[in-house]
């Protein structure tokens, strides 16, 4: 490998000045700067870029660890952090938890490890404290992304949930339904819970009765037990719409719904917080609360820049993106009948 005692040689100058040309340091003339430049150019020379970061305390890297890389939203949301992160000069490296603690925590040993300049992190749940903690500890700036973490006084970048979700069930209510299921992510996340919080306010304002049985959990990225809706749609009531708190608990419900014959939305109604990507260009179906999941990245970078910069000299920020409602046809007036036969 070329090192910079080679471009010293034949530069007839010192390691020491190419070295500064390297990292942009110390007073050298531009005729210097040039033909140094120029040298490394012909030698094809690469800076180790471990080296540098020891140097300038700082490797120019970032780092993203989200939950769920297949799911649309996660996968435009990490658009949005890698543009960010070139325009400001970084590099990002991507990991995906799914959801699962222990494969968290590999990925947070691995931002120890690097020594990244800074995590923007989506936490699979409240658990994730602990790995919070750890990045504290070692004072690597972060920012979350998506979800919240009691505990933390973190930079965060949040959706409004419980607005989106207040909307969405509010535009059920309108169609004419009153036994209005909510198939949610699990209570340990904060975005079920605000979710969860939006559909009881819907429900609250419009004088109609809580049922507890019509609420039903599940991972965010796995409909792991089709029973629990078997369940939900053998209630001697059974509900005439279903509301996914997200697009993958959504697709997995009307595929499931599609098996058993029940259509959609002429036997059941269902709506979506975060919309399908491309699926719905090619096909605009579902009803949903859409995010910017874009602007979540890309400001969510930026968020932490400021903070790698500026370190403890500011407050705590959290931005709130809006949703935005799309009608679209997986929801429609209840079937005449008060209990449809499933």
């Known amino acids: 490998m070329v090192t910079i005692y080679d471009i010293a040689k034949r530069a007839n100058v010192s390691a020491m000045t190419v070295s500064r040309v390297i990292n942009d340091s110390g007073r050298i003339s531009a005729k210097t700067r040039e033909k ?23 490797t120019k890297m970032l780092s993203l660890l989200i939950t769920d890389i297949t799911n649309p939203f996660f996968t435009t949301l990490a658009r949005g952090a890698e543009d960010a992160a070139l325009e400001l000069g970084y590099k990002l490296l991507f990991g995906n938890s799914d959801e699962k603690l222990a494969k968290e925590r590999e990925y947070v040993d691995m931002v120890l490890s690097t020594r990244v300049d800074g995590l923007l992190f989506a936490p699979a749940s409240d658990a994730s404290i602990e790995h919070l903690n750890m990045l504290d500890r070692h004072r690597i700036p972060y920012v979350l992304v998506d979800r919240d973490v009691p505990g933390t006084e973190a930079d965060v970048v949040l959706g409004e949930n419980r607005l989106g979700a207040d909307q969405l069930t509010d535009y059920l209510i309108g169609l004419g339904h009153r036994r209005i299921a909510l198939v949610n992510g699990y209570g340990t996340v904060s975005t079920a819970r605000e979710r969860y919080g939006g559909y009881c306010d819907a429900l609250a304002r419009h004088g109609i009765h809580y049922d507890e049985s019509l609420v039903v959990e599940y991972g965010y990225n796995r409909f792991d037990d089709p029973d629990k809706l078997e369940r939900l749609l053998a209630l001697p009531n059974p509900p005439t719409a279903l509301f996914a708190a997200n697009n993958v608990l959504a697709v997995s419900v009307i595929s499931f719904l599609r098996d058993k014959g029940i259509g959609v939305p002429e036997q059941i109604s269902v709506v979506c917080f975060e919309d399908v990507g491309l699926a719905s260009k090619l096909d605009p179906f579902l009803t949903v609360a859409v995010q910017p999941a874009y602007d979540f990245g890309y400001k969510g970078i930026h968020l932490l820049a400021e903070r790698i910069r500026l370190k403890d000299e500011m407050e705590r920020r959290i931005i709130r993106l809006p949703s935005a409602m799309i009608v679209r046809k997986s929801a429609a007036a209840p079937p005449k009948t008060s209990t449809p036969d499933f």
Request: glycine share 0%; proline share 4%; aromatic share 4%.
């Open 36 to 58: 140094v430049k120029r040298i490394m150019d012909e030698l094809n020379y690469v800076p180790n870029s471990t080296a540098r970061s020891l140097v300038k305390q700082e």
